[in-house]
């Protein structure tokens, strides 16, 4: 194998004529092309040796075959000695190939041991010893890579699962373990919380990562798209030397931050990258892989970018916030300054642009839905320019906080359709790609507003704006928050403007493709 950094693009099909296919696409974009003869049908002993071969022809991009067991998420009986003659007829079929080094074959840890221990030909020096685990993170990880080392296996591979993104500095001190030893490891955290690990990965050492040729076409959680790995995060150009910067949320998968500020951060030049931070528990994630002092991973977070559900929680964690941070009582954004973490609230200025860009809200009757923190800047930024104020919600606690703030007047949610006014701002995540909810506002109350601003912006046409839009009302999209409010962080993480416009250009083809 040429041990660099490369993307390995999964095949995974019942027929064969889908497999070829499928290997034709990948060609264009792949390092390497995986091909998974567990998804194929039928596969027999007699029948997996002639595949191979044909498949080893394929193309001119090398290849590893992967013939994954359901113990280890795949789908070939667990059968040992089922999987041993599989493989034989395999090795047998390919003996005579030419360019050996562009094959290798990947079998899992408990078969790599029993060909070993039985002294079985196998061909060690295209073998990558692989273990699996889709439920958890185990607590024995340094003992599985040790027992994997000890196989005559040449390249090892490590794939589990992260249910908090911290959890993948795991990930990084195996890579580092396998450094020092000199070993071929290709180490990965599956699920949203580990995507971090595939990005980095290859900067720090793992000998790949492994991209879909499209969302049907994963064949592990949290695995991301090829053409996303090369053309967003520009996986091979990444260094250890890269700064980090990344958008903290939970979900996380729906968010456009990533592929705008890798966009704006390709242009201005830097040596950065921009990721998706998928966070349960907020105060390890500070800790373990943000704080300078106590972080757990060696690459370093200089920014970030916070959404749903942390906006008000990273307050408690911060050293120090801005003043309109503070009257807001929420962050979307982080400096990290000389080690410590500075909050700021680039929601304020995101939201007012578009808005006051269409019409003067001084003394507009405005309606907010919403308590959180988009909520939050909504109403400090409009009470600050004069606005008049009713704040909607569910919680009466959260509602009372906010309207005693701002000097706004109190609904709730069924109150709705009671309620009449200028503007209409929904700042709540119901409408929003991923999220399972039904509409709140009802149109009837669209039918006594003037203008819809949601700030939803995946998809850009809501359910919401569809609805005002039928009943006469003009709207505002959510996209146009976004841009400003990122723009706002970029020029506190860089020091210079990126182009609202390019940006406004990308995201509009993305979420018309995805």
């Known amino acids: 194998m040429d041990e660099r950094r490369a993307i390995a693009v999964p095949i995974a099909h019942t027929s064969v004529e889908k497999v070829i296919a499928a290997c034709s696409a990948a ?7 995986e091909l998974r003869l567990d998804y194929l049908e039928e596969v027999t002993r007699d029948f997996i040796g002639s595949i191979v071969r044909s498949f080893a022809q394929l193309t001119r991009k090398p290849m590893i075959f992967t013939y994954r067991p359901i113990t280890d998420g795949g789908r070939a009986p667990a059968d040992l000695g089922h999987r041993t003659d599989i493989w034989r007829a395999i090795f047998s079929s390919v003996q005579r190939q030419e360019n050996q080094s562009n094959i290798l074959f990947d079998l899992e840890l408990d078969l790599a041991e029993h060909l070993a221990q039985h002294a079985m030909l196998c061909p060690w020096t295209q073998v990558i010893a692989s273990f699996h685990a889709f439920d958890s993170l185990p607590d024995e990880l340094e003992t599985i890579y040790l027992r994997m080392a ?3 296996a040449r390249i090892l591979k490590i794939a ?16 580092e373990r396998a450094r020092r030893d000199r070993r071929a490891l290709v180490a990965l955290a599956m699920g949203m919380p580990g995507i971090i690990s595939r990005i980095l990965g290859p900067a720090y050492g793992s000998l790949l990562t492994f991209g879909a040729l499209s969302s049907d076409g994963r064949t592990a959680p949290g695995q991301p798209l090829v053409r996303h790995l090369k053309e967003i995060y520009r996986v091979n150009q990444l260094s250890r030397s890269t700064a980090v910067y990344g958008v903290v949320g939970k979900p996380i998968g729906h968010s456009l931050s990533p592929l705008i500020h890798n966009a704006w951060i390709h242009q ?9 931070f998928e966070v349960s528990d907020l105060q390890t994630f500070i800790r373990e892989i943000v704080l300078p002092g106590s972080r757990r991973v060696p690459w370093q977070v200089k920014g970030l970018s916070v959404t749903l559900p942390h906006k008000v929680a990273i307050v408690d964690h911060l050293d120090a916030i801005d003043p309109l941070a503070s009257r807001v009582g929420a962050v979307n954004t982080v400096v990290v300054q000389r080690g410590n973490l500075i909050g700021f609230n680039t929601d304020v200025t995101g939201l007012l642009q578009p808005l006051l860009s269409r019409m003067d809200v001084k003394n ?4 907010i839905v919403g308590t959180g923190g988009a909520a939050r800047a909504a109403a400090v930024g409009l009470a600050e320019r004069g606005a008049r104020l009713r704040i909607v919600g569910r919680n009466e606690k959260h509602i009372r906080a906010l309207t005693e703030q701002v000097g706004a007047e109190a609904s709730f949610v069924h109150e709705l359709p009671t309620l009449s006014g200028d503007i209409l701002i929904h700042a709540t995540p119901v409408g929003m790609a991923g999220y399972q909810a ?11 507003v003037r203008l819809v601003y949601d700030l939803v912006y995946n998809p850009i046409e809501t359910d919401l704006l569809r609805r005002a839009r039928e009943v006469g009302c003009d709207t505002l999209s959510g996209l146009e928050m976004f841009l400003h409010q990122a723009a706002e962080q970029f020029f506190l993480w860089f020091g210079s ?9 990308i995201a509009q083809v993305e979420l018309q493709h995805s």
């Open 268 to 276: 201005a030049g830097c040596d950065a990258v921009y990721v998706p």
């Open 160 to 175: 589990v699962q992260a249910n908090d993104v911290h959890q993948v500095a795991s990930i990084f001190r195996l890579l």
């Open 497 to 505: 403007r990126p182009s609202i416009e390019r940006g406004e250009t």
């Open 364 to 367: 507009a009757r405005v309606i």
């Open 438 to 448: 039904g509409a709140i506002i009802p149109t009837e109350t669209l039918e006594k």
């Open 27 to 33: 060609e264009k974009v792949a390092d390497w092309i």
């Open 150 to 152: 000890a196989s005559p």
